[in-house]
């Protein structure tokens, strides 16, 4: 008896975690195809060589896994934050300044590729984490919250990589059309993040996997994880606890800077291979990993197949210019998704149904 | 002389934008409200305030249409806040980013490009010369070319400390933002009100909107809202959405970015530029706040 309830509970919570994201898609894919329709173009069939070019051949599939890379560790980074309460958004400064610390010391440092790319993954990892330790001190010092912080830090962090890689570190041989977005120098080649088979995506993309389940590990199975979770959903208990939040506020702002930062790396050292001016910044990566997070409710493992299902929809959606559809589609419907996601839709119709129950029941006793 | 009127005078149309966005900011805070979809509102009503005199030419129309996708825009926020019980950090992130995918689509469907489009035969808002200042050199250039839009939001502000701390629907507003379950005791129908105030004061994005798109001359550029929707919620912190000190700290961003364009062409790089106005809203949030915390310790001895 016990023991079916609690199966039933299970799977009630396994429907609850999969309704909400399934009504969220299909609400979105049918405003997406309004929009579609409203420029007068056939939605099933922008829908159909969306799929196909996400999904349909080995070339697809790689470069949406490619694209998946940084959205993954962008992801994360909002995972470790916002599990333990701290809204923080600055993935996207942390990310742009791991890239371009990726791509100085993979460009410039003096020694053999595999060392060149070990120093280039601390560099960014470093990185990140001291951009996200800034945001951290700021909240802990002076008050000044997450949202407003990180949110300012993006900007500067984009235009301070933008004059580097404009003025100082530019590369002069690239760049000869005026239209091109300045770059740094070109790694060599040794100093890049190899495809793991020929065809394949690079090894960036294992790196952010092995680092999906090292944040499963340290959430599930270590007292990190509690700790940081206790933080979140109650402060105060946190500290009766005896958990010190000053150190796990620093502890968990490192820990996600160094997700942001190594995904900047694995774009500039997989995909690149330099810093391109806007590189992360025109993308949207951070937001769209932020999304992938928000979507599997800050899961790791969820966030991993979020990322590559968003990451489909970007690169399946540049084959609307095919079409004649602007890709900016594939924004709109990520919006769409996250605000329906937002809603507590769900839960609020089972309080209604269940009070509604609950009122009859009243009047009829 | 007329170089320190001029950057006055741009100081005041930085002002302007950030000043109503971060009024509508204030009276969502106080009534518990986050609203962070400020930035993809005011991208949102720019747009189709442009894009409304683009095609119908007529500049009333236009600003009626941004005020009133404003306030779509606000009021969709806040019921999936307020009703359906979302996140607001998610709800607005969720509106900023579909405003700017819609924006863009819009954008490249009407007008074949993703850049700018500055149609040369549409003219802008109409200027308003103020009567006897105009005759006056220095405060002719310090006042020059502003909008009606430009006076009002100064107007607005103080408008807005009226109604909320004079009034009693103010009073209400206030209340429900301090107490929410003591107001709705009170028989104020604290939901009702959240939506109704926020959605209102939404409409001042539009005219936030209008300034931007057709404050100088009718042009439209991807992603014209620049992060003004963020500062001004920085502004809104600052002052603690105080209508009155809303004007002192927006005028701190205007000038940080009217003085960051007006270095532009010197020996400092625009990029680092650009950095300036973010740098000073970080500073001045954390000065605020050590100073307020300092003050608090103080009294308390």
Redesign the interface.
């Known amino acids: 008896m016990n023991n079916e309830r609690n199966w039933r509970r299970t799977l009630l919570g396994v429907v609850d975690t999969v309704t909400q994201p399934l009504i969220a898609v299909l609400i979105s894919l049918l405003l997406g195809a309004v ?1 579609i329709l409203i ?1 007068g173009k056939n939605p099933l069939a922008a829908y159909g060589s969306m799929i196909r070019g996400a999904f349909g051949k080995q070339v697809y599939l790689m470069n949406t896994l490619k694209r998946a890379t940084p959205i993954i560790m962008g992801g994360l980074a909002v995972c470790m934050a916002w599990r333990s309460g701290y ?1 923080a ?1 600055g993935g996207e400064g942390q990310m742009i300044l791991g890239a371009m610390a990726a791509a100085l010391v993979g460009y410039y440092l003096p020694a053999p590729g595999w060392v060149r790319i070990l120093a280039a993954l601390l560099a960014a990892a470093a990185a990140g984490a001291l951009y996200s330790t800034l945001s951290g001190w ?1 909240f802990e ?5 997450f ?3 990180t ?3 993006n ?2 962090a984009n ?2 990589a ?2 580097l890689c ?2 100082p570190l530019r590369d002069p041989e690239a760049n000869v059309y005026q239209m091109q977005n300045a770059q740094t120098g070109e790694l060599p080649a040794g100093a890049t993040l190899p495809p793991i088979a020929k065809g394949w995506v690079h090894w960036g993309f294992v790196l952010a996997v092995i680092a999906v389940i090292i944040v499963w590990f340290l959430f599930k199975k270590t007292s990190f994880g509690y700790k940081s979770r206790m933080g979140g959903l109650n402060p105060r208990f946190a500290l009766y606890g005896g958990i010190n939040a000053r150190r796990m506020l620093y502890l968990v702002m490192i820990l996600s800077g160094v997700m942001a930062g190594l995904g900047g790396a694995f774009e500039t050292l997989g995909s690149k291979s330099r810093y391109v001016d806007q590189m992360i910044f025109s993308t ?1 990566y951070a ?1 769209t990993g ?2 992938a997070a ?1 979507l599997a409710n800050m899961n790791p493992i969820g966030t991993l197949v979020a990322s590559i299902l968003l990451a489909g929809l970007a690169v399946g959606s540049s084959q609307l210019m095919l079409m004649d559809i ?1 890709l ?5 419907i ?6 329906f ?5 769900i839960r ?1 119709a089972a309080g209604n149904i269940r009070r509604r129950k609950q009122a009859k029941g009243g009047g009829e006793a | 002389m007329t170089y320190l009127a001029q950057v006055i005078n741009s100081t005041i149309r930085e002002i302007t934008p950030i000043l109503l966005v971060a009024l509508c900011a204030g009276v969502c805070s106080k009534v518990q409200v986050f609203n ?1 979809a400020l930035e993809g509102t005011l991208l949102m009503s720019a747009f189709f305030a442009f894009l409304t005199h683009y095609f119908l030419r007529n500049i009333f129309l236009s600003v009626a249409v941004a005020m009133a996708v404003a306030m779509c825009m606000t009021l ?1 926020m806040s019921t ?1 806040i307020v009703k ?4 607001p ?3 607005g ?10 924006t ?2 819009l954008l ?2 009407i007008f074949h490009t993703k850049g700018a489009v500055n149609p040369s035969d549409l003219k802008g808002l109409t200027k308003f010369d103020l009567p006897v200042i105009k005759d006056i050199p220095f405060l002719s250039t310090v006042f020059g070319s502003l909008t009606v839009i430009d006076y009002l939001a100064f107007a607005l502000a103080i408008a807005m400390f009226i109604i909320m701390y004079r009034t009693v629907i103010g009073f209400r507003l206030r209340a429900l933002g301090i107490n929410k379950s003591a107001a709705g005791s009170l028989g104020i129908n604290v939901p009702r009100y959240q939506i109704l105030a926020t959605t209102l004061s939404g409409s001042m994005i539009g005219l936030a909107g209008c300034l931007l798109s057709l404050g100088r001359n009718a042009m439209f550029i991807q992603d014209i809202s620049g ?1 003004r929707g ?1 500062v001004a ?2 502004a809104n ?1 600052l002052c603690k959405g105080h209508p009155l000190g809303a004007m002192i700290s927006s005028a701190l961003f205007g000038f940080t970015t009217a003085l960051a364009r007006s270095l532009q062409g010197t020996a400092i ?1 625009q ?2 530029l ?2 300036i106005p ?2 000073a ?2 500073a001045a ?2 000065f605020y ?2 100073y307020a ?1 300092a003050k608090a310790k103080r009294r308390s001895l």
């Open positions: 929009v420029i809204e958004m700021l010092r002076f008050d000044v919250t949202v407003i912080s949110l300012m830090l900007y500067i235009y301070f933008s004059f404009n003025y949207g937001w932020m999304v928000l602007p900016e589609v594939c924004n709109i990520e919006g769409i998704i996250t605000l996601m937002s809603a507590r839709m609020i | 962070i969709i999936f359906l019980k979302g996140q950090m998610i709800v992130m969720a509106l900023n980013t579909f405003a700017r995918g819609f863009t689509f490249s469907v992060a963020y919620l920085a912190n790089r990029q680092l650009q950095c973010y740098i809203t970080i949030m954390a706040n050590a915390r």
